[in-house]
């Protein structure tokens, strides 16, 4: 069994501590994933968030100060560019870009103009994200070509998942940031997991710090909506419940009662 005090325990927020809803402000962490972390926190090297998310909205949808446990998590936002370490309750969010901004004031009048006034815009302060979950769930597709074109012209990464666009400042990936944390750690063994394409270039590092001999789980919470990990990940679970449920089995291993 692997040594949990050597183990970096990195995951992903939406789609895979939480369900993917129709509102984003209303995806709680699932009450089975939490449990498990609080038991999980105490005996890991880390336990890490590396999510999409704000660090703040993970911080309230996570439950993660409500309890105990969980006195040493660290928490990477938007991709990484924002963290929040709990055990010193420091908080780094870099200042908005100009472009976002812009952006911002433009979307709502570049939606209309184009018959996509249903799509559901999210400002999440460093990155605009565009959702059609419950509403047009093709309109994304049919619209990307002038998204992208629109995220070239502003200078903004464009960033898909499930059913859902961000647009970003480029620089800052899932990958880099899981490099970052495995660096600050020196963690014996890494186990990550996520569900979208947002997670693919953690994979991708989780794969090469393989290749140089670390011990490396890639866990995929699988989707009928997206496949990118599953040719890659070690443990397919079916999404969030049998997330919580893994967990919970790895707690039992880690952290017996």
Do not use: N
């Not at 005996?43 to 006195?71: C, K, S």
């Not at 200042?95 to 979307?107: C, F, G, K, N, Y």
């Amino acid at each position: 069994m692997t040594d949990p005090g050597r183990t970096l325990l990195a995951l992903d927020f939406d789609g895979t501590l939480a369900p993917i809803v129709q509102d984003p402000a209303s995806a709680w962490i699932h009450p089975g994933s939490l449990a498990a972390l609080r038991r999980l926190g105490p005996v890991l090297r880390e336990l890490t968030i590396i999510t999409g998310r704000p660090v703040d909205q993970v911080r309230r949808l996570g439950r993660f100060e409500d309890g105990p446990g969980l006195d040493r998590m660290v928490v990477c936002g938007q991709y990484g560019a924002e963290r929040w370490d709990a055990a010193s309750g420091e908080v780094r969010q870099p200042h908005r870009p100009q472009a976002v901004s812009d952006l911002a004031a433009r979307l709502p009048q570049w939606l209309e103009e184009h018959d996509a006034s249903r799509i559901r815009i999210e400002d999440k302060g460093l990155a605009i994200a565009l959702h059609t979950r419950g509403v047009a769930p093709g309109l994304l597709d049919e619209l990307r070509p002038q998204i992208e074109a629109l995220a070239a012209e502003v200078g903004l990464h464009l960033e898909p998942g499930r059913q859902v666009i961000e647009l970003r400042s480029a620089g800052t990936d899932k990958g880099q940031t899981l490099r970052r944390v495995v660096g600050r750690v020196e963690p014996g063994a890494v186990i990550y997991a996520g569900d979208d394409l947002g997670d693919l270039p953690a994979f991708e590092e989780g794969i090469a710090l393989r290749e140089q001999g670390m011990d490396v789980t890639l866990v995929c919470s699988a989707s009928d909506e997206q496949d990118a990990l599953l040719a890659l990940a070690d443990v397919v679970l079916d999404g969030p419940d049998a997330v919580a449920a893994w967990l919970g089995d790895l707690a039992d291993r880690f952290a017996p009662a």
